[in-house]
């Protein structure tokens, strides 16, 4: 399984952004899907999740609660992660992951992708 992720960028506090990630090989095996986000000189944490930890409903971390929606197409083998309301503590390199089993993803790992938020 290769994960391809985009979309990060430039944006001011307020605004929106959309990450997308990209899925390619033997995603039939897929159950688990999520984003993660790392902060310098710090360990990546798990951000949202779709199918993971033994709950189908997507999950959020409390900060982005309300902020962020998961979302996938299966159509377009595609995940995302639609962010809105965008605070500068949201800056970080955010990371895709899928699992094959329904667990807090980590087996297969996209490249990141830079969200920076101004004040």
Known sequence: VQLQASGGGLVQAGGSLRLSCAASGSIRRIDAWGWYRQFPGKQRELVACINCGG???AQYRDSVKGRFTISRDNARNTLY???DNL???DTAV????ADNDPVIPGDYWGQGTQVTVSS
């Open 55 to 57: 709950r189908t409903s």
């Open 94 to 97: 955010y990371y895709c992951a």
């Open 87 to 89: 605070k500068p503590e």
């Open 81 to 83: 992660l639609q962010m």
